[in-house]
């Protein structure tokens, strides 16, 4: 019995640009929604999603079940974090990384030795509950998962080189509107000044050889130009969150209902 490939990391190895979604509704149909849609990924939003472990666990099958890879959003809790890969994560996405201590403390609890610290078990889900050794499961874990972390705050700008030398991140991204506030701009996360400092963030990663991650908004206007322009800069891209799609889409069902 094996553990296959993390197929995100792999097409980002390949140079590809890899598409997914925020989960906030805490339901497998969601999940499958997204894979049956044709996306490379999902980012099940534990930070604001209203989800416990038994759901997270059925939200992570679903995605297996419907072609999509399961990644998760989730703040530093290194109980969670194990919780979460042992259900079957195949990436995670820590936000508000601002020191080299605290990168070291996320990479301890999501890496096995050499790379991290973190505690084994031996019949937990992703090894089929046994059936495949801790050994192989850690090598498995330190290649294959996806960790990323958010940069949200002038403090964490400007600790990301201290932050990069960390070995055992792969990603990074911005949170613009956490950056709107910590630059006294709440509210205005297209403003100059964030767009200026997110775009120090991505250029100290990419030096750095780390994948870039960003949200973009499909409800906009100006989506089709956002995001072919994007293609050239980031290699992870979110089309915005399920709860925004459907926002939108169920408003504009019914005002056009009520229109004719």
């Not at 079957?88 to 601002?98: C, E, Q, R, W, Y």
């Amino acid at each position: 019995m094996e553990l296959k490939k993390n197929p995100v990391k792999q097409a980002l190895r390949g140079g590809q640009t890899v598409f997914g979604i925020y989960i906030g509704v805490p339901s497998p149909v969601m999940v499958e929604l997204a894979g049956y849609a044709g996306f490379d990924f999902v980012r099940i939003d534990v930070c604001h999603c209203a989800a416990d472990l038994p759901i997270i666990a059925d939200m992570i099958r679903a995605a297996e079940a419907s072609g999509v890879t399961p990644m998760i959003r989730l703040d530093y809790d290194p109980y969670l974090i194990a919780k979460v890969l042992e259900a079957g994560a195949m990436g995670l996405f820590i936000p508000d990384v601002s020191t080299h201590e605290m990168a070291r403390s996320v990479v301890d609890a999501v890496h096995f030795a050499p790379l991290g610290d973190r505690g084994t078990f031996a019949a937990s889900r992703i090894t089929r509950y046994g059936a495949i050794g801790s050994g192989e499961y850690a090598k498995w874990s330190n290649e294959e998962l996806l960790l990323g972390v958010q940069i949200e705050s002038k403090e964490a700008a400007d600790n990301l080189e201290k932050t990069l030398g960390v070995d055992g991140i792969d990603m990074i991204g911005s949170g613009r509107g956490d950056l709107a506030n910590a630059l006294g701009l709440t509210g205005q996360k297209n403003h100059p000044s964030v767009l200026a400092l997110e775009e120090k963030i991505f250029d100290t990663a990419k030096k750095r050889g780390k994948y870039v991650s960003v949200n973009l908004d499909p409800t906009a206007r100006d989506f089709a130009e956002t995001v072919a322009a994007w293609k050239n800069k980031a290699q992870v891209i979110t089309l915005g969150h399920d709860l925004t799609l459907l926002r939108k889409h169920f408003g504009d069902a019914i005002a056009t209902a009520r229109r004719n």
